[in-house]
């Protein structure tokens, strides 16, 4: 990410890429917490504070006008470290995203991120120390900036009116993601992604409304509206003569349900779309493994119904392959902390291949998700996976984009020599 600044009238700097998301930057290393609050600033941050203890930060957690959304976590410090920490942002209910710094061996690393990912925290990534500008800002790229013209500036988060009334309103709209076939280069589907287009705060991801759907009785209509939408689209794509398989997450919450099989029956049937073109996906950390009598029946009706299913973020939870053998699955999302570095990390390999080997048991097919730059597309490659999604292929884009990137990317394919072999010839 650059920084572009301009000179005011005044003559002082003033950041054009601005952003007021409440950073907490919590380290025991008074250099550190200085070192990494100037970067964050330099990057556009207006609202970074520091602490350098575990007690003091969880003050700002439990406010709600202080809340931070993005914690810079340091893994190895006095008193309180950064894993019994993480526990507490559990109980104390944290909502936001993590970014773990340490100076320790990758091992203890990739143990800790592991761990913040089982208790539901979204990790953005790691940061050995020393910190570098731009280590800081890749990862950046992954949070969901919010801008100085559209953050909101008395409310820590939207309401459950809000929301209700969003959705009665049409202001929950698609983007989509491409899936792409890593054998052939192919565009197979797309995976439909859920946004809010607030009038007041501009665009609002899913992190940021979710947790009120699923809180509040509300994730069955909003479900409904991503869904509907979603086949709307892909059946607009169809009468091009583009035919993609389509995908929607869906919520443990609407698996609980007996009518949602029949509901998404319905609303396909009504769209025109062949259900074996719709696959429902749902992430494999939130299938409650203990008791799964709900979910197993709602997934089973909808195999009878010949949707497609797919377990998303596989690697992060803890099902064993004889709980998996039980799911009426066809497919599993290998989780972006088993991808990216793919290439370069062995421990990732090593947990990559051990994921595709009990998919290969299970007769599934496997789709990898947080593809970043052509390293891990290549190692995707000579391993089988079969599908690949990520940033390295395209960004989440609106609906009408999808076309005019489906031309862009066969050009794209025989430009960067993607897939040896192509017959690339007019």
């Not at 800790?112 to 790691?126: T, Y």
């Amino acid at each position: 990410m650059r920084v572009n600044t301009c000179i005011g009238q005044g003559g002082g700097r003033f950041n054009m890429n601005a952003f007021k998301n409440r950073i907490l930057v919590l380290d025991d290393d008074t250099f550190i917490l200085n070192l990494v609050q100037h970067l964050l600033e330099r990057e556009g941050g207006t609202s970074v504070v520091t602490r350098d203890n575990g007690r003091a930060a969880l003050e700002l957690v439990d406010n709600p006008r202080e809340r931070p959304e993005l914690i810079l976590l340091d893994l190895n410090m006095p008193g309180m470290d950064g894993v019994e920490f993480v526990r507490h942002l559990v109980e104390h209910r944290y909502a936001g995203s993590l970014i773990l710094m340490s100076g320790e061996d990758e091992q203890l690393l990739l143990a800790s991120e592991r761990l913040v990912r089982a208790h539901k925290i979204p990790v953005l990534g790691r940061l050995r120390k020393p910190v570098t500008a731009e280590g800081l800002a890749e990862l950046l790229k992954k949070f969901p900036l919010s801008r100085q013209s559209s953050q909101r500036s008395s409310k820590e988060a939207h309401s459950a009116d809000e929301l209700r009334a969003a959705i009665a309103n049409g202001e929950l709209i698609n983007y989509y993601q491409p899936k792409v076939s890593l054998s052939s280069g192919e565009v197979v589907g797309m995976e439909s992604l859920a946004r809010w287009h607030n009038p007041q705060d501009g665009m609002v991801y899913p992190r940021k409304f979710l947790g009120v759907a699923e809180s509040f009785g509300l994730i069955h209509d909003l479900t409904d509206v991503v869904l509907e939408n979603a086949l709307s689209h892909a059946k607009s794509w169809a009468d091009k003569g583009l035919a993609l398989q389509l995908a929607v997450n869906v919520s443990v919450h609407n698996l609980d349900s007996l009518e949602f099989a029949d509901t998404v029956g319905r609303l396909t049937a009504a769209s025109g779309m062949d259900p074996q073109n719709v696959m429902l996906e749902v992430a494999e950390g939130w299938l409650p493994m203990h008791d799964l009598r709900a979910p197993l029946e709602t997934l089973t009706r909808l195999h009878l119904k010949r949707f497609r299913l797919s377990i998303d973020e596989f690697g992060t939870g803890y099902s064993s392959l004889m709980q998996l053998t039980g799911l009426p699955v066809d497919e599993l999302k290998v989780d972006r902390s088993l991808v990216h570095g793919l290439s370069t990390d062995t421990r990732v390999k090593a947990k990559f291949d051990a994921n595709l080997a009990v998919a290969r048991q299970l007769k599934l097919q496997v789709a990898a998700v947080g593809v970043e730059d052509i390293a891990d597309w290549d190692m995707l490659r000579l391993t089988g996976c079969d599908f690949a999604q990520g940033s390295f292929i395209a960004e989440p884009m609106p609906a009408e984009d999808v076309p005019g990137w489906l031309e862009r990317w066969q050009e794209r394919l025989c430009q960067e020599r993607l897939i040896i072999g192509r017959d690339c010839r007019v």
